[in-house]
């Protein structure tokens, strides 16, 4: 089993910066791929970027590429979201995710509000 908890949600003004984290109870060297989705009220859960492990590539949706930056630090099984130029329609719970064998984890979400 993956255990994943998130943080670095909150509320920031159209145009700002906010950095969501992600640490995994296991070493990212045994994971498929990690990475976060969101889902917007009303609306289904997407995914907003993703690291496959091996080999190292990272996917990014396209409504954040070139303002989100997705990256990870394998000695603290951490995984950043770096979120810039943030518009309202981000506004969303932010899941981290992680597909260890065959199963897929979740955490709990985080809440990053973008006002206008």
């Known amino acids: 089993q993956v255990q994943l908890v998130e943080s670095g949600g909150g509320l920031v003004q159209a145009g700002g910066s906010l950095r969501l984290s992600c640490t995994a109870s296991?070493?990212?060297?045994?994971?498929?791929?990690i990475g976060w989705y969101r889902q917007a009220p009303g609306k289904q859960r997407e995914l907003v970027a993703r690291?496959?492990?091996?080999?190292?590539?990272?996917h990014y949706a396209d409504s954040v590429k070139g303002r989100f930056t997705i990256s990870k630090d394998n000695d603290k099984n951490t995984v950043y979201l770096q979120m810039a130029s943030l518009k309202p329609e981000d506004t969303a719970v932010y899941y981290c995710?992680?597909?260890?064998?065959?199963?897929?984890?979740w955490g709990k979400g985080t809440l990053v509000t973008v006002a206008s």
């Open positions: 995710n992680a597909e260890f064998l065959v199963e897929e984890y």
């Open positions: 296991r070493s990212f060297f045994s994971l498929n791929n």
């Open positions: 690291i496959i492990i091996h080999p190292d590539k990272t």
